[in-house]
Each structure stands twice: as structure tokens, then as C-alpha cells.
């Protein structure tokens, strides 16, 4: 199955779709188990320190009822219980025995002088004042003086309760990979080189701060994270770092500094470029150019890493990649999936999705770990652009912040958020498109709104629209009309809810 990515830029514009591009090659997702809590992801430290300390007072209020629970159980026991299962049965046979007899006409008087009158009436006071307290007797544990506080009656709220929840669908999520405010690292395979191309031609870069566009100093570190060498800031065009690959599996770095006595250094096969100072960590981005490399979008923030990948036996297929690796928030900066100019409920329903699929696979891709990445930056996956695309188009910034960690979430589960450009006028559930039933928040909706005006059914899947799940240009329709991003994103998928995962 694939999934497909809007026309860029359709939020600009509503013009007939002439074209579509794959946003994500075909994938599974894995049927792991939940996995065990190990560290509260939360959006904002206070609210989450407050949540936790609303999920203890209804905790305790739980413990609280529980042992009353327990305590009433105890009661209707000793006064409506059984001595023993012979008693019991007895009792039962005579309560059936007296039933019969009333169905057959017996009048209710003429029964009370029957042998079994006694035990029918026991029976019956077990059933209405003891059966109904039985399931309590598994409460038992809490039948202690530490439970026993009258003022843990008053945590019982609905706001406690709503934070109880909150918090056992923290422990219990999908959603625990934990990370500061900006969230877990992600990892983007920009380019890939042959051996050959870092042979002739070197790669070079640079590092800056971007909040004042300064070059600022940087370290070069290797696969064991030990530093190579700390960089000076550069001076000049001429003062870059160069980095080749030697022909023996290794990388070789030079013309980083002149002051260096014997500057050249022989690293292993991996090579890493982060910030020197702690306080640039957020705010650095590195420039990279190389006479093969075209493109424009050649600055990304946080860290690059040269990888060289060998494939055993068959040296033709060896790979040099360059890795971006940032938290995933910087990464959703960046993204190039649309230009930011569309309403901004319609952006921030887009930066959603787009962070939601990249914590999956942050969080269960394996597809490029032998290459040291989890996403590339093309339409396979996600089109990301970096440093220059999130300075050039900040409406996409201000929307991720806006709705910083907020992922799309199922019953626990992180709900891969399908969608295209265009619809018929209704879109298409996973099962009808796809065939599995995995995907329970991806149901059929009326979609005038997304309509195109003149495409056929079979013309709009022939373009690549497959309909199932949002529809982008239905999106903005809908943020045109006022509605919000939450509300966009319950309409186009059933059941779902969104969660802060950081």
C-alpha cells in the first residue's frame, strides 16, 4: 500500500490538480505490544507535574471507594451470606421450589406455610442484598486503616478523572520515547554519495548560528562520539572543513583549521559535525556543498553526520550518506510538504500529520538502519528541506509551534494519518482501498468539500489520489471556513484524539 502527499504549495492555490507525488513507500505497521511507561513525555513540565500530582489524588480516591466497596461486601455477607455451600444449595431448591409454585397459581399466603418458605426467603435476600456485592470481595487488599481517610472522598472529581486518564494513557501509549520540549531525535538521509564521487570531490561545510547568521565554531567527532578535532569559526569563503573518502573504508578530514599543526586526520567511516558549545546545541546550523549536490537546500540545523555504509562482498554498492539528526521538531520545520501559505488551522492540521508519521518511524522503521537513518528527504517518505525552507516559509514554524508535540493517537495506538489531494466527493476507508481492518480511524466520510470539480473517480486514481483518509483540499476548505485543526482532523479520522508526546 502507499500513501501520497498533496501537490505542494496546493494551499496557495485551488487550482485543478495537474499532479501528484508518493509521500510514503509501502510499510507495515508492526503488531508489538504496548510498551511498559519509562519516562512521562509531556508537552509542558508544569501541566504535566500538575496532571501527575491530579492522576495521585484520584488514585487515592479509587483506594478510597474501593475499601468502602470492600467494607459494604463484608457486611452483606454476614447478614445475607451462606454458612456453608450445603446451606446454599438448600436454600436455592427451596426458592426455585416456592417460584414453581406461584407460577402454577399458588397464592402467595399458602406459600409462607410451606417447609421451604424460610429458605426461599433467605435465598431471596442473598440475591438482592449480597449477589450484588460479591464482585467487591477482590477488593480485600484495600481493606486496610491506610485507605480509611473521609478527605479522599473529596478527590473524586471530574477533573482529577480526567487527569487520571490522561496520565494511564501516558503510561500505557505507543507514544513513549520521551525527549525535551523539542521532542526525540530523528534521523534524515539528505544525499547519498559513491565512493567514487568523495574520491575525486570533496564535501565541504560550514557551521552558523542561526539566530544571528554568524559562523560559529563546531566539533568533529567519530563513531564512538570521541572528538577529532574542535573547529574555529570560519574567517573567510575559503575556511571550510573537507572531508574524502581515502579508499580503505575510511574518511579523511582536512583543511579545517590552518593553525593546526598536521591538520589531516584519518577518521573511521563515520564521521560527525555537531556544535561545539553547549549553548549553540538549538541554535546551529551547518552549510554543505559538494559539485555533485544541485540542490539549494544545503543548510540544516543541529547535526550532520557522514556514514559509510558497506555492503559485504560487493564494494560496487557501498555508500557514503549524509544524516541530518535533530529532534523532531526542528525536523518538522523544515518539512516541504507545503509552502505555510494557506490558513494557518490548515497548517497546523499538515504539521500534525507530518509529525505524527515521522515519531513512527522514529519509533519502528527499519527500512534504512543498515544506512544510520530512520526517513530520507524525498517524496519515498517526506519532503524536508531544512534551515533555508524554515526560514524562507516561517508560517510552517509558527504552526509546529503552535501544536508542538501533538501527535495523531488510536486507543493508545500512533495513527498513521493517510492523505491526498482531492477526492470524489466522498473519501475511501483503508478496508474498501486496501484491504485491512488495522486501521479503524481511517472510515469513509462525505467529502463535498475536497470534491474535484471536473476529475472523474477514475481520473482522480489514475492522478494518485487514493482518497483515503484527509483530503487536503477539503482541509483547507474546511480551515477556510473556520474550522480549527482539531476539528479538521476528528472529521477526516473517526475516533481519534491528539496527544502531547513531548
Given at each position: 500500500?502507499?500513501?501520497?502527499?498533496?501537490?505542494?504549495?496546493?494551499?496557495?492555490?485551488?487550482?485543478?490538480?495537474?499532479?501528484?507525488?508518493?509521500?510514503?513507500?509501502?510499510?507495515?505497521?508492526?503488531?508489538?505490544?504496548?510498551?511498559?511507561?519509562?519516562?512521562?513525555?509531556?508537552?509542558?513540565?508544569?501541566?504535566?507535574?500538575?496532571?501527575?500530582?491530579?492522576?495521585?489524588?484520584?488514585?487515592?480516591?479509587?483506594?478510597?471507594?474501593?475499601?468502602?466497596?470492600?467494607?459494604?461486601?463484608?457486611?452483606?455477607?454476614?447478614?445475607?451470606?451462606?454458612?456453608?455451600?450445603?446451606?446454599?444449595?438448600?436454600?436455592?431448591?427451596?426458592?426455585?421450589?416456592?417460584?414453581?409454585?406461584?407460577?402454577?397459581?399458588?397464592?402467595?399466603?399458602?406459600?409462607?406455610?410451606?417447609?421451604?418458605?424460610?429458605?426461599?426467603?433467605?435465598?431471596?435476600?442473598?440475591?438482592?442484598?449480597?449477589?450484588?456485592?460479591?464482585?467487591?470481595?477482590?477488593?480485600?487488599?484495600?481493606?486496610?486503616?491506610?485507605?480509611?481517610?473521609?478527605?479522599?472522598?473529596?478527590?473524586?472529581?471530574?477533573?482529577?478523572?480526567?487527569?487520571?486518564?490522561?496520565?494511564?494513557?501516558?503510561?500505557?501509549?505507543?507514544?513513549?520515547?520521551?525527549?525535551?520540549?523539542?521532542?526525540?531525535?530523528?534521523?534524515?538521509?539528505?544525499?547519498?554519495?559513491?565512493?567514487?564521487?568523495?574520491?575525486?570531490?570533496?564535501?565541504?561545510?560550514?557551521?552558523?548560528?542561526?539566530?544571528?547568521?554568524?559562523?560559529?565554531?563546531?566539533?568533529?567527532?567519530?563513531?564512538?562520539?570521541?572528538?577529532?578535532?574542535?573547529?574555529?569559526?570560519?574567517?573567510?569563503?575559503?575556511?571550510?572543513?573537507?572531508?574524502?573518502?581515502?579508499?580503505?573504508?575510511?574518511?579523511?578530514?582536512?583543511?579545517?583549521?590552518?593553525?593546526v599543526v598536521g591538520e589531516e586526520k584519518i577518521v573511521n567511516e563515520k564521521v560527525?559535525?555537531?556544535?561545539?558549545?553547549?549553548?549553540?546545541?538549538?541554535?546551529?546550523?551547518?552549510?554543505?556543498?559538494?559539485?555533485?549536490?544541485?540542490?539549494?537546500?544545503?543548510?540544516?540545523?543541529?547535526?550532520?553526520?557522514?556514514?559509510?555504509?558497506?555492503?559485504?562482498?560487493s564494494s560496487s554498492n557501498d555508500r557514503i550518506w549524509v544524516i541530518n539528526f535533530?529532534?523532531?521538531?526542528?525536523?518538522?520545520?523544515?518539512?516541504?510538504?507545503?509552502?505555510?501559505?494557506?490558513?494557518?488551522?490548515?497548517?497546523?492540521?499538515?504539521?500534525?500529520?507530518?509529525?505524527?508519521?515521522?515519531?513512527?518511524?522514529?519509533?519502528?522503521?527499519?527500512?534504512?538502519?543498515?544506512?544510520?537513518?530512520?526517513?530520507?528527504?524525498?517524496?519515498?517518505n517526506q519532503l524536508y528541506y531544512g534551515y533555508r525552507y524554515e526560514v524562507d516559509?516561517?508560517?510552517?514554524?509558527?504552526?509546529?509551534?503552535?501544536?508542538?508535540?501533538?501527535?495523531?493517537?488510536?486507543?493508545?495506538?500512533?495513527?498513521?494519518?493517510?492523505?491526498?489531494?482531492?477526492?470524489?466527493?466522498?473519501?475511501?476507508?483503508?478496508?474498501?482501498?486496501?484491504?485491512?481492518?488495522?486501521?479503524?480511524?481511517?472510515?469513509?466520510?462525505?467529502?463535498?468539500?475536497?470534491?474535484?470539480?471536473?476529475?472523474?473517480?477514475?481520473?482522480?486514481?489514475?492522478?494518485?489520489?487514493?482518497?483515503?483518509?484527509?483530503?487536503?483540499?477539503?482541509?483547507?476548505?474546511?480551515?477556510?471556513?473556520?474550522?480549527?485543526?482539531?476539528?479538521?482532523?476528528?472529521?477526516?479520522?473517526?475516533?481519534?484524539?491528539?496527544?502531547?508526546?513531548?
Amino acid at each position: 500500500m502507499k500513501m501520497f502527499r498533496e501537490k505542494k504549495g496546493l494551499e496557495h492555490s485551488k487550482k485543478v490538480f495537474s499532479g501528484i507525488v508518493i509521500l510514503a513507500a509501502t510499510f507495515v505497521i508492526s503488531s508489538l505490544g504496548v510498551q511498559m511507561y519509562a519516562n512521562a513525555a509531556t508537552g509542558d513540565a508544569e501541566d504535566g507535574d500538575q496532571d501527575y500530582e491530579m492522576y495521585l489524588k484520584y488514585d487515592k480516591y479509587k483506594k478510597y471507594t474501593k475499601r468502602k466497596q470492600y467494607r459494604k461486601y463484608k457486611k452483606a455477607k454476614k447478614k445475607y451470606g451462606f454458612d456453608s455451600s450445603s446451606d446454599k444449595f438448600k436454600a436455592k431448591a427451596c426458592y426455585r421450589k416456592i417460584k414453581d409454585l406461584r407460577k402454577t397459581g399458588v397464592a402467595k399466603a399458602q406459600t409462607k406455610d410451606n417447609v421451604c418458605y424460610k429458605g426461599y426467603s433467605k435465598y431471596k435476600k442473598y440475591k438482592k442484598y449480597y449477589s450484588p456485592y460479591k464482585k467487591y470481595r477482590k477488593y480485600r487488599k484495600y481493606y486496610k486503616d491506610e485507605y480509611n481517610h473521609s478527605s479522599w472522598a473529596t478527590y473524586g472529581t471530574s477533573a482529577n478523572k480526567a487527569a487520571y486518564e490522561r496520565y494511564e494513557k501516558k503510561k500505557n501509549s505507543e507514544a513513549n520515547l520521551g525527549g525535551e520540549s523539542l521532542g526525540p531525535e530523528i534521523r534524515i538521509g539528505l544525499y547519498e554519495f559513491t565512493e567514487d564521487a568523495l574520491k575525486d570531490d570533496s564535501f565541504r561545510i560550514r557551521a552558523y548560528k542561526a539566530s544571528t547568521g554568524n559562523a560559529i565554531p563546531y566539533t568533529i567527532k567519530d563513531k564512538n562520539g570521541d572528538v577529532v578535532v574542535d573547529v574555529a569559526a570560519a574567517l573567510d569563503s575559503d575556511d571550510v572543513t573537507k572531508v574524502k573518502y581515502d579508499g580503505s573504508e575510511n574518511l579523511r578530514v582536512y583543511d579545517y583549521d590552518e593553525s593546526v599543526v598536521g591538520e589531516e586526520k584519518i577518521v573511521n567511516e563515520k564521521v560527525r559535525f555537531v556544535a561545539k558549545n553547549l549553548a549553540d546545541e538549538d541554535d546551529i546550523y551547518f552549510e554543505y556543498s559538494h559539485d555533485d549536490i544541485s540542490s539549494s537546500y544545503v543548510r540544516y540545523r543541529d547535526g550532520i553526520e557522514l556514514n559509510h555504509y558497506n555492503k559485504s562482498g560487493s564494494s560496487s554498492n557501498d555508500r557514503i550518506w549524509v544524516i541530518n539528526f535533530l529532534p523532531l521538531e526542528h525536523y518538522v520545520w523544515g518539512m516541504g510538504e507545503i509552502t505555510g501559505t494557506g490558513d494557518m488551522d490548515y497548517n497546523r492540521v499538515m504539521t500534525i500529520s507530518y509529525r505524527t508519521y515521522g515519531y513512527w518511524k522514529i519509533k519502528y522503521s527499519t527500512k534504512f538502519a543498515k544506512y544510520g537513518f530512520k526517513v530520507n528527504a524525498t517524496p519515498g517518505n517526506q519532503l524536508y528541506y531544512g534551515y533555508r525552507y524554515e526560514v524562507d516559509h516561517d508560517r510552517i514554524k509558527s504552526s509546529a509551534e503552535d501544536t508542538r508535540g501533538k501527535i495523531v493517537m488510536y486507543d493508545n495506538r500512533i495513527a498513521i494519518t493517510p492523505y491526498s489531494s482531492w477526492t470524489d466527493g466522498r473519501t475511501r476507508s483503508w478496508e474498501e482501498r486496501w484491504g485491512s481492518t488495522n486501521y479503524p480511524w481511517c472510515k469513509s466520510v462525505e467529502d463535498s468539500y475536497g470534491e474535484h470539480p471536473s476529475m472523474s473517480t477514475a481520473e482522480l486514481v489514475a492522478a494518485g489520489n487514493h482518497m483515503v483518509g484527509l483530503s487536503a483540499h477539503g482541509a483547507l476548505d474546511r480551515a477556510d471556513a473556520g474550522w480549527d485543526y482539531e476539528r479538521i482532523l476528528k472529521y477526516y479520522y473517526d475516533g481519534i484524539y491528539l496527544h502531547e508526546a513531548y
